[in-house]
């Protein structure tokens, strides 16, 4: 597992912010009545939305992390939890999204998962 680069922004910023629990639940339809819910694991990867600020200096480094190191967001990364600042393992659930601010300035939108 690689670690989340120090040069890069160590906080995430508050306003893309937030936290979607995983489903554990299986549901069945009965036949009569209602239906009936179980536990299908005993944890679930939990997703969170989040976004940094980039530079132009930390935008290389932010590109090299996550198409070299992690190959292309493939691999999984050590990241302090926003929430109880304990580490854990995490990986990109889909493609990061690059939107410039103004400047040298980046906006990056990106949507992990919380692995078990």
């Known amino acids: 597992m690689e670690t989340w680069p120090i040069g890069l922004q160590q906080l995430l910023n508050v306003a893309d912010f937030g936290i ?3 489903n554990t639940k299986v ?3 009965m036949d009569v009545g209602p239906a009936k819910e179980r536990s299908r694991f005993t944890d ?3 997703g969170y939305s989040c976004s940094i600020d980039l530079d132009m200096d930390t935008y290389s480094t932010f590109l090299t992390f996550y198409k070299t190191t992690l190959n292309n967001g493939v691999n999984t990364f050590a990241f302090n939890d926003p929430i109880t600042g304990v580490p854990g393992e995490f ?3 889909d493609d990061p999204q690059i939107r410039p601010l103004g400047g040298r300035v980046f906006h990056v939108v990106m949507k992990w ?3 078990p």
């Open 20 to 22: 979607t629990l995983g």
């Open 27 to 29: 549901r069945s339809d």
């Open 44 to 46: 679930a990867v939990d």
């Open 91 to 93: 990986r990109f659930a």
């Open 113 to 115: 998962e919380k692995l």
